[in-house]
């Protein structure tokens, strides 16, 4: 029996006209669009810390009007997906089980993977968990490893301090810095007050933002954090990626994983393709270039692998 | 931060309030451990209160990881009362979270400061949340010509005229009255001190916060302490009258070296003791009321027939029922059971004047069904308590009464105790 969601409000419907789905993953309530038909090769597109399917409504359309079926999860916390009130239960390996989970119940098969920030590392690891499956890689402004810090995680001015034990919780759930001011604050594009309650809205009921904690806490900096040795687990499977069409997108102009990021990618994955730069975009590329970047993905898809499954 | 004790009485009259909820304490263990150093404790409560005199606890818990492994931060507020403005928990968290990275490795409180500024914390009153009454108010009322002087508490405007020089002469008003109610006293005692009249905030041509949680008996406290200290008032003599000396005799009990005498009228310093059923009717109706015709009731209640203009000055800081949230919560925040919100902090506030031994005069209206019967609760407090003082006649607002006469009297007063 599907899960019931809660109902989306009718001034989103404009901006995100798609159906929300619903399945249960490891007890919790999962979200997601599912458009396109399941004669089209399946397409995950994986949002990361604090946004959720919302960042990719224009990939969408023309993933589906060039024959790909187009499925945009929302992580458990996040989005219109459950929000537990528990950190635990939102940590890198969990992620991870919920999407293996809906790869399971949806029967994906020949999927591709597209993630952004954190959805990098838990869509690949989810891939690592049904290799066989997987078709192609799409990896933009993330990362997979530990051997690398970027200025911006391990500065105190905000990153360090704004998750910092109970300081965290001060700012990210009481003052919503983060809920409240992701992509509304680092757009290139500028942005409409509607577009930015879109992605504020999902975090309005107090106390709803665990997650947007919790993911910063499990960036392992330093050996023996929270987090290092999942990342780990991942970065030693990369080598199994070999045989699988990769791509890199990339916004340099982004400050949280800048180019350094996608230099170190393309040494663990020499296979693939790019980075391909997109300028005036910030960390939440997806959102300041999305016709941009969708066409660039349909073209690198339909060069190697095709809408066929 | 100092971390105190509270008495069990105390806290069962708040509740707890669960404000933070960190179960990843220990998601950087130094964090962790220096807080264990900091509070002494690995499992368990530590109490401190804020700079808005709330009571907070950092309740540790330890997970047999060796260390706190999870926390939580509750305010204490008031049983059966809304909690107090967002704003002062915003900025009482954030002063909690510069001690965090105060005493944690690796943590630094300017980088809190600074992340809280680009944060746009909110720790004071925000845009809207409070009035101020036009200036064009109080322009050519009866008997008042004094220019305000400003000062600012808790980011609040605070008016109050001074006059004359030499030691403080402070007088508190009361409901629902301001600093216009001292007009007839004020030029006798300039002439023997100085004599500085506030009024309170949500009266007179100070601030109006419009929210009805912006007022306690707490806050009240807290910003008339604000403004004496402020003004930085010492050897004060102070008069008060009504809320003045329910304010006025806590402010004491909180500062008694700032003060040398004490003159109350027609007041008290309710414990949680019965108040009487005048006083329970005139709250009764009071709280049934969604705004107050100031002037009316300042007619009924005077025993002296008030001109319009005089009636009208006493309504001028009230420009409409918007401005009237403090004038309408003040009785209902009288404590008029043991439990009631302040009656505690009173009791503890009475065992610190019985040990004062500054001169007190009480003068008291013998017309006056509410405070009249309250004169004897002072007199059992102070040990040095001038005889009787009957203001034959007047009613509750003795001062609109006959005013002059007692400031007559308190000039006598001021001479025969000027020795001390």
């Given amino acids: ?309 | 931060m100092k971390f105190i004790t509270p008495t069990a009485e105390e806290l069962s009259y708040l509740r707890s309030d669960p404000l933070v909820w960190e179960q990843e304490l220990d998601v950087r263990p130094e964090v962790a451990e220096a807080i264990e150093r900091a509070t002494g404790i690995r499992a368990g409560r530590v109490y401190w209160r804020s700079r808005h005199d709330h009571l907070y606890a950092l309740e540790l818990a330890d997970l047999g990881r060796g260390r706190p492994s999870m926390a939580m931060v509750y305010g204490h507020w008031d049983r059966y009362e809304p909690r107090p403005p967002e704003h002062e928990i915003d900025a009482d968290l954030l002063d909690f979270s510069l001690w965090v990275a105060e005493v944690a490795d690796g943590l630094d409180p300017a980088d809190v400061a600074q992340v809280a500024q680009f944060a746009g914390v909110q720790t004071t009153w925000p845009e809207g949340s409070v009035l101020r009454t036009p200036d064009d108010r109080f322009t050519d009322l009866p008997g008042f010509p004094y220019q305000p002087r400003y000062v600012e508490v808790e980011g609040l405007r605070m008016a109050c005229v001074e006059q004359g020089e030499g030691d403080p002469i402070l007088m508190l008003h009361g409901e629902p009255t301001w600093g216009y109610l001292y007009r007839h006293m004020i030029p006798l005692l300039a002439e023997v001190g100085r004599v500085v009249v506030p009024d309170l905030i949500g009266f007179g041509r100070s601030d109006k916060p419009v929210a009805d949680n912006a007022y306690t008996y707490k806050s009240h406290v807290r910003w008339l302490r604000g403004f004496i200290e402020a003004l930085d008032l010492r050897r004060v003599t102070l008069v008060c009258h009504d809320w003045g000396g329910l304010l006025g005799l806590r402010a004491l009990a909180q500062m008694p070296e700032r003060f040398i005498r004490l003159v109350a009228m027609n007041t008290g310093f309710p414990d949680g003791r019965d108040l009487g059923e005048p006083f329970m009717r005139w709250r009764r109706f009071s709280q049934q009321q969604r705004s107050l015709d100031v002037p009316a009731i300042m007619r009924m209640a005077a025993r002296r027939a008030l001109s319009d203009a005089e009636a009208a000055a006493y309504g001028a800081p009230f420009p409409s029922s918007e401005y009237e949230t403090a004038a309408l919560v003040f009785p209902r925040l009288v404590p008029v059971r043991p439990d009631h919100p302040g009656a505690y902090d009173n009791r503890v506030a009475i065992e610190t004047l019985k040990t004062l031994d500054l001169p007190v005069l009480l003068p008291w209206s013998d017309n006056d069904p509410i405070t009249g019967p309250w004169e004897s609760q002072l007199r059992a407090i102070f040990r040095n308590v001038a005889p009787s003082l009957v203001i034959a006649g007047a009613g509750h607002f003795l001062q609109e009464d006959a005013g002059e006469q007692i400031a007559v009297h308190i000039r006598n007063w001021l001479g025969a105790t000027a020795e001390r």
Wanted: glycine share 8%; hydrophobic share 40%.
């Fill in chain 1, 1 to 309: 029996m599907n899960p019931t969601l809660r109902a989306k409000p009718d001034w989103l419907t404009s901006l995100f006209p798609w159906e929300q789905r619903a399945l249960t993953v490891n007890g919790r309530t999962m979200a997601y669009v599912d458009e396109g038909g399941p004669e089209g090769r399946p397409v995950l597109l994986l949002h990361g810390n604090p946004t959720w399917g919302f960042l990719y409504r224009d990939f969408i359309r023309p993933l589906t009007e060039a024959g790909y079926r187009a499925i945009a999860p929302d992580w458990v916390g996040a989005g219109y997906s459950d929000h537990p009130r528990v950190d635990a239960a939102l940590t890198l390996p969990h992620h991870i089980a919920d999407l293996a989970s809906l790869i399971d119940q949806l029967r994906l098969h020949g999927f591709v993977i597209v993630g952004q920030d954190w959805g990098g590392p838990q869509g690949v690891g989810a891939a690592l968990q049904r290799l066989e499956r997987l078709a192609a890689l799409v990896l933009m402004n993330t990362w997979l490893f530990t051997g690398y810090v970027g200025r911006f995680h391990a500065s105190p001015l905000p990153w360090t301090t704004w998750h910092a034990p109970l300081i965290g919780q001060f700012f990210m759930k009481r003052q919503k810095v983060l809920s409240y001011g992701g992509p509304s604050v680092t757009t290139r594009r500028g942005m409409t007050e509607e577009e930015a309650r879109a992605y504020h809205h999902i975090f309005d009921e107090p106390d709803s933002d665990h997650v947007v904690l919790t993911w910063p806490r499990t960036i392992p900096l330093r050996e023996g954090d929270r987090g290092w040795a999942d990342m780990q687990a991942i970065e030693r499977r990369l080598p199994e990626l070999a045989g699988v069409p990769t791509v890199l997108l990339w916004a340099p102009e982004d400050n949280v994983f800048p180019i350094e990021y996608a230099h170190r990618l393309k040494e663990l994955l020499p296979h693939a393709e790019g980075p391909t730069t997109f300028d005036n975009a910030a960390h939440f590329l997806q959102d300041d270039r999305g016709p941009d970047l969708a066409r660039a993905i349909v073209e690198f898809l339909n060069r190697t692998v095709g809408p066929a499954p």
